[in-house]
């Protein structure tokens, strides 16, 4: 592998201008595709094969045109109207306010059609003030022959008014996806309401049609890249060396997020799918060309030309650079085992930009190096000075710090763990959900309606569950009755305020059963009620020969826990077995493999305890709104640790492994390869960390913990797993730690990652050129 990519990293360096001419082509063409190609993102979600996607599946069959059922891929935006104080919305100017606005919302192009219209016999559908909406539903269930409580409960459940008159709600339905959904649409939406508040009613707006699609990013990314242009200032000293990383960056960067873009011409992708792309792209494709780059530096002292400087770097830390970029690829792809698709979706867009970033760092970076030649390291800072981090010479912190741990290995190892071990005891109290309105910031429109609504309605309110009833194995006579059966059944489980048939298919062999709990979206009593409801479906089955399914927001959050938690160990194995046989094909070692994975292990139980610590309890009072961690995050937050985990293992013990193999005792191995490698992963650690913590600025909740989340695992890992539980390992491990089966050391291949053929072929004898660093 070293000798390969040493020619491939001479031939990018001598033939400069058609590499270079390459990668700007592949980005205009992009760039081209992504403004001609692409296509509407699609803001669904789905997840194949668990029940409520079953149940949802069921009632889009049965009853078509029930769309509008869906919490998550339905389009529409609730209204919710209060009364001044001491008022009610039956005041006449209340009354007539809410019909103003109504009016104005009937007027919005997008507003489906079988909603716009004045309200009639004629038009059942369009937008019903809810004074008119509740009054005339007691009467309409008195007079299909409900019981006169029975019509009440029923009628309370379904009212648009609260009982004491001073709320009311209007859902308004929108037609097309959520492409639609604009700045300009959300403040159409607004200013309907504006009619009713200048009336002095209070109105508050959510629901899908008036939430951010728009993907999170912009400033993060500046952020990030700010941060990075000083760090890697300070690691080379130099403007233009700095500059190098990050055009490396930009140039993949671009390209992918533009082949993201045109490929929603060709599929359903979400407008989030480029947003993990984004942040994982920048954050490897300035680590890989910082290495390689950092490399090229060390071999100008010794290599006989540039280009020779530029294979050796290539050949070298680019083997580093592939295997470490093919563990993010792994763990990235590995996410198609969630089954999840907007998960893989994600996954297979940030693989593409770390695919990117690698073949980039290998090809594109030589080639620039070969056109600035000896202006690589020019525009220094004077009040900065010259460092060179893999001078063998050169008594560095690193060095330093390496003595340390090889002198005390026990005292470092035992500490570390330590450390993790406290940091990792809040993520006992981990607990996990979906994004509701209830887990909104307080302040926001859609928490407002949502706290606003509970206190009106009840916390019931927002967490109705739909039971879809098949009744096709029933014959035709008896099926009411069976419905009302399983009604009743349903009244039988506690935490259940209201249970009523709310619609029936035209062939009357499916019904829509409306459960309210007592409950809220959120909490653990209407999770128990949705698995007891389901739990006794085979008992009904039984009894009366129907099946049911249960649908909404809880039963769909219940179904992304499990699927998850189902998922994580076929995941964990995939993920850690392809990367472990991987590693071992690096270092030629089991010990590595498995003290590197283990320390994973302890670095993610960690980022677990922070993150549960600060966005869950509030520990430090930093969160704005504490709610229990989104559902994706652990497998999400795995997944891309592990990959970047193993970046570092690969960049350090590579080079450890480079020393051992050429010589150097265990013990002066690690003290060598740390020493080496220490301060350019040190600022590849902070760059990362840099430009992951820039996403916690942003507003959705799922990118700003994962943000968070991603530069604390940097941290823990990179700072106190790498560069010190890992050193005093292999420090006590000694010649040990490279140990391997003589008949497993004949079956692997020799990929020779250290370079130890290439460094043979370079031993030959040549003429010498002395070739400077940079010329002041």
């Given at each position: 592998?070293?000798?390969?990519?040493?020619?491939?990293?001479?031939?990018?360096?001598?033939?400069?201008?058609?590499?270079?001419?390459?990668?700007?082509?592949?980005?205009?063409?992009?760039?081209?595709?992504?403004?001609?190609?692409?296509?509407?993102?699609?803001?669904?979600?789905?997840?194949?094969?668990?029940?409520?996607?079953?149940?949802?599946?069921?009632?889009?069959?049965?009853?078509?045109?029930?769309?509008?059922?869906?919490?998550?891929?339905?389009?529409?935006?609730?209204?919710?109207?209060?009364?001044?104080?001491?008022?009610?919305?039956?005041?006449?100017?209340?009354?007539?306010?809410?019909?103003?606005?109504?009016?104005?919302?009937?007027?919005?192009?997008?507003?489906?059609?079988?909603?716009?219209?004045?309200?009639?016999?004629?038009?059942?559908?369009?937008?019903?003030?809810?004074?008119?909406?509740?009054?005339?539903?007691?009467?309409?269930?008195?007079?299909?022959?409900?019981?006169?409580?029975?019509?009440?409960?029923?009628?309370?459940?379904?009212?648009?008014?609260?009982?004491?008159?001073?709320?009311?709600?209007?859902?308004?339905?929108?037609?097309?996806?959520?492409?639609?959904?604009?700045?300009?649409?959300?403040?159409?939406?607004?200013?309907?309401?504006?009619?009713?508040?200048?009336?002095?009613?209070?109105?508050?707006?959510?629901?899908?049609?008036?939430?951010?699609?728009?993907?999170?990013?912009?400033?993060?990314?500046?952020?990030?890249?700010?941060?990075?242009?000083?760090?890697?200032?300070?690691?080379?000293?130099?403007?233009?060396?700095?500059?190098?990383?990050?055009?490396?960056?930009?140039?993949?960067?671009?390209?992918?997020?533009?082949?993201?873009?045109?490929?929603?011409?060709?599929l359903d992708l979400s407008s989030t799918v480029s947003t993990l792309a984004i942040m994982i792209g920048l954050a490897v494709a300035i680590d890989y060309s910082l290495f390689i780059l950092s490399r090229y530096r060390a071999e100008l002292s010794t290599a006989p030309?540039?280009?020779?400087?530029?294979?050796?770097?290539?050949?070298?830390?680019?083997?580093?650079?592939?295997?470490?970029?093919?563990?993010?690829?792994?763990?990235?792809?590995?996410?198609?085992?969630?089954?999840?698709?907007?998960?893989?979706?994600?996954?297979?867009?940030?693989?593409?930009?770390?695919?990117?970033?690698?073949?980039?760092?290998?090809?594109?970076?030589?080639?620039?190096?070969?056109?600035?030649?000896?202006?690589?390291?020019?525009?220094?800072?004077?009040?900065?000075?010259?460092?060179?981090?893999?001078?063998?010479?050169?008594?560095?912190?690193?060095?330093?710090?390496?003595?340390?741990?090889?002198?005390?290995?026990?005292?470092?190892?035992?500490?570390?763990?330590?450390?993790?071990?406290?940091?990792?005891?809040?993520?006992?109290?981990?607990?996990?959900?979906?994004?509701?309105?209830?887990?909104?910031?307080?302040?926001?429109?859609?928490?407002?309606?949502?706290?606003?609504?509970?206190?009106?309605?009840?916390?019931?309110?927002?967490?109705?569950?739909?039971?879809?009833?098949?009744?096709?194995?029933?014959?035709?006579?008896?099926?009411?009755?069976?419905?009302?059966?399983?009604?009743?059944?349903?009244?039988?489980?506690?935490?259940?305020?209201?249970?009523?048939?709310?619609?029936?298919?035209?062939?009357?062999?499916?019904?829509?059963?409306?459960?309210?709990?007592?409950?809220?979206?959120?909490?653990?009593?209407?999770?128990?009620?949705?698995?007891?409801?389901?739990?006794?479906?085979?008992?009904?089955?039984?009894?009366?020969?129907?099946?049911?399914?249960?649908?909404?927001?809880?039963?769909?959050?219940?179904?992304?826990?499990?699927?998850?938690?189902?998922?994580?160990?076929?995941?964990?194995?995939?993920?850690?077995?392809?990367?472990?046989?991987?590693?071992?094909?690096?270092?030629?070692?089991?010990?590595?493999?498995?003290?590197?994975?283990?320390?994973?292990?302890?670095?993610?139980?960690?980022?677990?305890?922070?993150?549960?610590?600060?966005?869950?309890?509030?520990?430090?009072?930093?969160?704005?709104?504490?709610?229990?961690?989104?559902?994706?995050?652990?497998?999400?937050?795995?997944?891309?640790?592990?990959?970047?985990?193993?970046?570092?293992?690969?960049?350090?013990?590579?080079?450890?492994?480079?020393?051992?193999?050429?010589?150097?005792?265990?013990?002066?191995?690690?003290?060598?390869?740390?020493?080496?490698?220490?301060?350019?992963?040190?600022?590849?650690?902070?760059?990362?960390?840099?430009?992951?913590?820039?996403?916690?600025?942003?507003?959705?909740?799922?990118?700003?913990?994962?943000?968070?989340?991603?530069?604390?695992?940097?941290?823990?890992?990179?700072?106190?797993?790498?560069?010190?539980?890992?050193?005093?390992?292999?420090?006590?491990?000694?010649?040990?730690?490279?140990?391997?089966?003589?008949?497993?050391?004949?079956?692997?291949?020799?990929?020779?990652?250290?370079?130890?053929?290439?460094?043979?072929?370079?031993?030959?004898?040549?003429?010498?050129?002395?070739?400077?660093?940079?010329?002041?």
């Amino acid at each position: 592998m070293a000798t390969y990519l040493y020619r491939l990293g001479k031939f990018a360096y001598r033939r400069k201008g058609v590499v270079l001419s390459f990668w700007l082509a592949l980005l205009v063409l992009s760039g081209v595709a992504a403004a001609t190609l692409s296509g509407p993102t699609k803001d669904t979600f789905s997840i194949p094969g668990t029940q409520a996607q079953e149940a949802q599946d069921l009632l889009a069959e049965r009853f078509p045109g029930s769309s509008d059922r869906d919490p998550f891929n339905s389009l529409s935006a609730r209204f919710l109207f209060i009364a001044p104080d001491g008022t009610t919305l039956d005041d006449d100017e209340n009354f007539a306010a809410v019909d103003a606005a109504l009016a104005d919302m009937r007027g919005l192009e997008q507003v489906s059609d079988f909603a716009k219209g004045e309200p009639g016999p004629d038009n059942p559908g369009a937008l019903i003030n809810p004074v008119i909406g509740n009054d005339g539903l007691l009467q309409q269930l008195l007079d299909q022959g409900v019981p006169a409580e029975q019509a009440e409960s029923d009628a309370a459940a379904l009212s648009p008014l609260s009982e004491d008159r001073t709320a009311g709600y209007v859902d308004v339905p929108f037609d097309g996806d959520f492409s639609i959904v604009t700045d300009e649409l959300r403040a159409e939406i607004e200013a309907s309401a504006d009619a009713a508040r200048d009336a002095g009613v209070e109105v508050y707006v959510s629901g899908t049609a008036v939430q951010n699609m728009d993907p999170p990013g912009g400033a993060a990314e500046l952020v990030g890249l700010a941060v990075a242009a000083v760090v890697l200032v300070i690691t080379f000293g130099s403007l233009i060396a700095a500059g190098m990383p990050l055009f490396s960056a930009i140039v993949g960067v671009g390209i992918g997020v533009s082949m993201i873009t045109a490929a929603t011409g060709f599929l359903d992708l979400s407008s989030t799918v480029s947003t993990l792309a984004i942040m994982i792209g920048l954050a490897v494709a300035i680590d890989y060309s910082l290495f390689i780059l950092s490399r090229y530096r060390a071999e100008l002292s010794t290599a006989p030309s540039r280009e020779e400087a530029a294979g050796r770097a290539v050949g070298t830390a680019g083997s580093a650079v592939v295997f470490a970029g093919l563990t993010v690829i792994i763990a990235l792809l590995a996410l198609r085992v969630v089954n999840i698709p907007f998960l893989t979706d994600m996954g297979r867009a940030a693989a593409l930009t770390v695919t990117l970033a690698v073949l980039i760092a290998i090809t594109m970076l030589p080639a620039v190096l070969g056109i600035s030649k000896s202006w690589a390291f020019r525009g220094r800072l004077p009040f900065l000075r010259e460092v060179d981090p893999e001078h063998p010479d050169r008594l560095t912190n690193g060095r330093r710090w390496a003595n340390v741990v090889t002198r005390i290995p026990v005292v470092t190892m035992v500490g570390a763990i330590v450390l993790l071990g406290v940091l990792a005891i809040p993520a006992a109290k981990l607990e996990l959900a979906l994004p509701t309105p209830a887990t909104e910031p307080p302040g926001s429109s859609a928490r407002e309606a949502y706290d606003r609504t509970a206190d009106a309605f009840g916390d019931g309110r927002s967490a109705q569950l739909l039971v879809v009833t098949d009744a096709q194995d029933v014959a035709d006579d008896q099926r009411m009755a069976v419905y009302g059966d399983v009604v009743a059944k349903l009244y039988e489980f506690d935490n259940v305020s209201n249970v009523q048939i709310v619609g029936i298919n035209e062939s009357g062999d499916t019904a829509q059963i409306l459960v309210t709990p007592a409950s809220g979206p959120i909490s653990e009593e209407t999770k128990d009620l949705v698995n007891a409801i389901r739990d006794a479906e085979p008992g009904v089955n039984s009894e009366l020969g129907v099946n049911y399914g249960v649908a909404g927001q809880t039963a769909i959050e219940i179904d992304v826990s499990d699927r998850l938690l189902e998922a994580l160990v076929p995941y964990l194995a995939v993920v850690v077995g392809l990367a472990f046989i991987l590693l071992m094909l690096v270092f030629r070692s089991i010990l590595v493999p498995l003290t590197a994975t283990l320390g994973f292990l302890l670095s993610v139980a960690a980022t677990f305890g922070a993150t549960v610590a600060i966005f869950q309890l509030n520990w430090l009072g930093i969160a704005t709104n504490p709610q229990p961690l989104v559902s994706f995050l652990p497998i999400f937050l795995i997944g891309v640790v592990f990959g970047l985990a193993m970046d570092y293992q690969v960049f350090l013990v590579s080079r450890m492994r480079e020393a051992y193999v050429h010589g150097e005792s265990a013990t002066d191995a690690i003290v060598s390869g740390f020493s080496h490698g220490a301060r350019v992963v040190t600022a590849a650690a902070v760059i990362m960390m840099s430009v992951f913590a820039a996403f916690i600025a942003e507003d959705m909740a799922f990118i700003k913990v994962m943000g968070f989340a991603l530069a604390a695992a940097i941290l823990f890992d990179a700072f106190i797993v790498r560069m010190v539980l890992i050193p005093s390992v292999m420090a006590l491990l000694g010649d040990k730690a490279w140990w391997l089966p003589k008949w497993l050391d004949r079956i692997l291949p020799n990929i020779d990652v250290e370079g130890e053929k290439l460094a043979k072929q370079l031993e030959q004898p040549r003429e010498p050129e002395k070739v400077t660093v940079a010329q002041h």
